[in-house]
């Protein structure tokens, strides 16, 4: 069975500029959940999707935003990129529920804003 | 909201030593922990989980203990090897929160 699969792996992006990542779980997994991940403050909590609902936000800006599709595959977007948004973002999904269950991540894509 | 604190931030041991990694947690409604361990330029795995129904699981070299009481909950991984170098990360879940929390992580050295 595939893994968690995120694309692109490596983006390059300018201040103001938005980006858009894409991530398809492993089949049958219809919660998918978003993590940023820095040196500095680990993994944190985007959001949580599951049969196209946004059941969990965390503490990020509005400029973070997210959707799920009815395949299950998710994207998630950010606007007017700051410095401060280079990150790896990790994508993960899991059977049943993400709060009950074991995540399963990609290999991320990695964001650098310049 | 939840907070989980990861201690110690770095860990180094002699192969062939145990290593303990603690969580403390704050939600008492907390009922999954989930321990994940991430390779250097890898993704996160998750190598053991508890749930709140058990205080203790072992897999192999591996050992999670959990004191719902206290709130706290540990990784104990004995005979370690240069192969168990990386960060693990605790985690806690809430049924319902449809969220999982993790600690700052904690960076283990095996040195051979």
């Known amino acids: 069975k595939a893994g968690v699969t995120q694309t692109p792996r490596y983006l390059i992006k300018t201040r103001g500029q938005q980006v858009t990542l894409s991530c398809s779980p492993i089949s049958g997994h219809r919660s998918v959940s978003w993590y940023q991940q820095t040196p500095g403050q680990g993994l944190q909590f985007l959001f949580e999707y599951f049969s196209e609902t946004q059941r969990n936000k965390g503490n990020f800006p509005g400029r973070f935003s997210g959707r799920q599709f009815s395949n299950s595959r998710s994207e998630m977007n950010v606007s007017t990129l700051e410095l401060g948004d280079s990150a790896l973002y990790l994508c993960?999904?899991?059977?049943?529920?993400?709060?009950?269950?074991?995540?399963?991540f990609g290999n991320g894509t990695r964001l650098t804003v310049t | 909201g939840e907070n989980v604190e990861q201690h110690p931030s770095t860990l180094s041991v002699q192969e062939g030593d145990s290593a303990v990694i603690k969580c403390t947690y704050s939600?008492?409604?907390?009922?999954?922990f989930p321990w994940y361990k991430q390779e250097l330029g890898k993704r996160p795995q998750l190598i053991i989980d508890?749930?709140?129904?058990?205080g203790e699981k072992k897999d192999q070299r591996i050992a999670v203990t959990l004191n719902k009481t206290a709130k706290h909950f540990s990784l104990h991984i004995t005979e370690t090897q240069p192969e168990d170098s990386a960060v693990y990360f605790c985690?806690?879940?809430?049924?319902?929160?449809?969220?999982?929390?993790f600690g700052a992580g904690t960076r283990l050295f095996v040195k051979a």
């Open positions: 993960a999904s899991s059977f049943r529920d993400s709060d009950n269950s074991p995540l399963h």
């Open positions: 985690a806690v879940c809430v049924t319902g929160g449809f969220k999982t929390i």
């Open positions: 508890i749930r709140s129904n058990v």
């Open positions: 939600d008492s409604a907390s009922n999954y």
